[in-house]
């Protein structure tokens, strides 16, 4: 009787527990989707701000006081405005006829853009007043050679889905747009020597470049010359991979294209030029074999970046269902990416903040950032405006000559942070109020662009990609992922899921890495 006494009273303490705790997460939650639908509202300021009202594109950037545009803008710009303008809608930002107004005027713009006739892809770079493709670039005069790439056509395309998926009075239009964009052209069935599947270009020029290109009959359309870069977008965790999934999903490159890129670079010291030797396991998809490396920060595996950057592993994911499709890979790799990042900037270098991604260089200009030793370039991407550059261990090939170096002046970019809002949140709302409430890094457009931590300097400033992000995580966060619905048709589904779905990276946790996750 007394036994039983007992378990009546601890139950009745758990269940006293959980009511108290009830009004205290509704009120947690209330805060946090308050705070996110005021920070979209701030950020949808920003985008407004920099597109021009005739034309329908953005500026590539815009001053902290709203008031000084850039004169260029690109494909990537372009597609983040228009599902920027979707995700405003379904908050309640804006309303249905404004949004379709504004998608309307730039879908008329895009469809007058020069572009690249037989592929139907859209150049690098145009005026955003005017539409024109720029051939030499907007104050200082210097030559610009009319480029195509490989990404930012993709992230103007993904939105183009989107379009079409949301809003039905546009579908046609939308659609007939990214019909005509063939991706087949960035994509080489040889690729890269030793690797299986193909491999994407970076992009091409329709005439000869002064720097490094490979001449070549376009891929797909055989009686058209173009000049290819010399480099091809090979490694796993990249922005790039958004071209590589329409291209799947079109039916225009075959699934196995997903074996064409590296986790890291393949062991021994014959690569040990990569920041770490990888450890992993060779496995065969398809009867291909696929080196199955990952890299370690404080006991977790992850299948690393390039530079060790947010939007490298996260962008893709605002728009495709990664995880739900890759359980094995993405639903294990993207969590850690996170936690990775988070350790570096309050743990490791002691920042007190932490979000680490290419973005405005609070000291003028532009900047790539990331975790340096969690990205495959050697002299990856930085967390501070010194540069400062580990360099780790290689056993049996090399010591490191800075295995645990001292780190400055830490480079922080907000939209770092809400990349990490489906994997970590209590940390991502509570790192973005410090950056608010604390440094000040918030103006009329929301979220400054960046912020060095040690000296507060502030890159006072808004980039239309950057905004774009946050825009779209965001909308993500508080609709239930409806970007993801719009973007996913039933052929991309049938063609994609599946080959996402016997990937197997080797990411895990390992002994350490939990206590960061949370």
């Known amino acids: 009787m007394k036994r039983w006494m007992g378990a009546a009273a601890t139950i009745g303490l758990v269940m006293a527990s959980l009511t108290l705790a009830g009004p205290v997460a509704a009120d947690a939650e209330e805060r946090d989707s308050a705070d996110l639908h005021r920070w979209a509202q701030d950020t949808w300021r920003s985008l407004t701000a920099m597109t021009d009202e005739r034309t329908g594109l953005p500026a590539d950037h815009i001053s902290g006081d709203l008031a000084t545009l850039s004169a260029y803008t690109s494909p990537t710009n372009i597609g983040g405005y228009l599902w920027s303008t979707v995700t405003a809608r379904d908050l309640g930002l804006i309303g249905a006829d ?6 309307s005027a730039t879908l008329d713009t895009l469809a007058d853009l020069d572009r690249h006739d037989a592929s139907g892809m859209f150049y690098n770079w145009y005026s955003p007043t005017t539409g024109q493709k720029l051939t030499s670039w907007p104050g200082s005069g210097d030559p610009v050679h009319p480029f195509l790439s490989s990404v930012d056509n993709g992230w103007l395309a993904a939105a183009l889905r989107i379009v079409r998926g949301a809003e039905p009075l546009l579908a046609a239009r939308a659609e007939a747009l990214y019909d005509s964009m063939d991706f087949s052209t960035f994509f080489d069935p040889i690729g890269v020597a030793d690797l299986p599947g193909g491999s994407i270009r970076g992009g091409f020029w329709d005439s000869a470049p002064p720097d490094c290109s490979v001449a070549s009959a376009m891929h797909g359309h055989p009686g058209h010359t173009v000049y290819y870069t ?17 291209g799947i999903a079109d039916g225009d490159i075959p699934a196995t294209a997903l074996h064409g890129t590296r986790r890291t670079m393949p062991p021994g010291c014959g690569w040990s030029w990569q920041e770490q030797l990888p450890q992993g396991e060779y496995r065969t998809y398809d009867g291909a074999e696929v080196w199955e490396g990952v890299y370690r920060y404080e006991g977790m ?45 309050l743990d490791d270098a002691g920042y007190g903040y932490w979000g680490f991604s290419p973005a405005s260089n609070p000291f003028g200009g532009y900047g790539e950032y990331g975790v340096d030793v969690a990205g495959i ?84 400033q808004y ?37 996402m779905r016997q990937q197997e990276f080797g990411a895990s946790w390992g002994a350490g890495g939990e206590s960061c996750a949370a």
């Open 98 to 103: 404004e949004a379709r107004d504004r998608m």
């Open 301 to 345: 595996s992850f299948v690393p970046s390039w530079g060790g950057s947010m939007f490298e592993a996260l962008m893709p994911d605002l728009l495709v269902p990664e995880t739900t499709w890759g359980p094995t890979s993405w639903r294990l790799n993207h969590p850690i990416t996170v936690a990775v990042q988070k350790k570096h900037g």
């Open 463 to 499: 980039l239309s990609l950057d905004q774009s992000m946050i825009m779209a995580a965001i909308g993500n966060e508080l609709t239930g992922d409806l970007l993801k619905d719009y973007f996913v048709d039933p052929d991309m589904e049938k063609r994609l899921r599946p080959a």
């Open 230 to 246: 010399c480099h091809y977008y090979d490694t796993t965790v990249s922005e790039s991979r958004i071209a590589i999934y329409l």
């Open 377 to 460: 370039r050697s002299d990856g991407y930085a967390s501070d405006v010194e540069r400062t550059d580990a360099d780790v261990d290689k056993p049996g090939c090399s010591d490191g000559a800075r295995p645990s170096p001292d780190f400055g002046d830490g480079v922080v970019t907000p939209h770092a942070s809400f990349l990490a809002l489906p994997y970590d949140r209590k940390a991502v709302m509570s790192n973005l109020r410090g950056l608010e409430d604390d440094l000040d890094v918030y103006g009329p457009g929301g979220f400054y662009d960046a912020v060095a931590v040690g000296s507060g300097t502030i890159a006072e």
